[in-house]
């Protein structure tokens, strides 16, 4: 029901297509994520739709991901990220499920807060173990594929937007469910909406100003890390204690709110 809400109001954007997307791409970039709920996502789709169009793939403007993120078995990445230690690295399998694609993707992050994403297409996400991605994690990763086992997977809706200027774009990530494997723990976050908003430097930005007149706020929140915490008992989260109270606060409002 709730991708149907969203759908009626995304049909008020003029649509860009995938192709049309790849010069839009912005693999060296500076992200900027907020956190919300789910009730105030058509308001905020609303306000966007003279300054931005959404992207479309095969008639769907919704689209479903599947993640599985790979790290050593003492989650050497993800402790990274929790010991504030940069540049930091994350290494995921992803499948893009309107277009039938899949990628492996490298995503460093430097001390001066750019996002820099290198990939290369799989067949499918069973073979991130051939010969091809060994080489590709040798000359692109901190870490070789032989020490890398898959320590989180997740799903989850996107929509992206891009401006009419095509120098950015905005991620709006919702119906977030985490499995780990290590654990066989799961957790699914109905309640939360991810927004991140891309750009090649920090200019000014339509939806920067309507994020900031609804008062949805930064808060940088790595999806890996998040699922991580929740489905990892007595893993080291101090450092991500605050945002974790933060998303269950969102969790708590009410979802009747939404219609």
Known sequence: MK??????????????SLEEMTNVRLMNRIDTKHTTTVALLPDFLKSLSSEYDVQEINGSRIDLYHTMYLDTPDRDMYLAHHNGRSP??????????????TFLEVKDKNNKGRTKKTRMSLPKKESYRQKEVET??????????????????????RITLVNKKRTERLTIDLNLAFHNPPSHLDKQLEELVIIELKQESALSSYAKNILKEMRILPMSISKYCLGTVLTTPGIKCNRFKKKIMQIKKIEKENEEEFF
């Open 3 to 16: 991708n149907e809400v969203l759908q009626t109001i995304l049909c008020d954007y003029s649509p860009v």
């Open 88 to 101: 930091r690295e994350k290494i995921r399998v992803r499948v893009y499920f309107n277009s039938q694609t």
């Open 136 to 157: 590709f994690l040798d000359k692109h990763a901190q870490y070789p594929l032989n020490a890398l086992t898959p320590q989180l997977e997740n799903t989850f809706n």
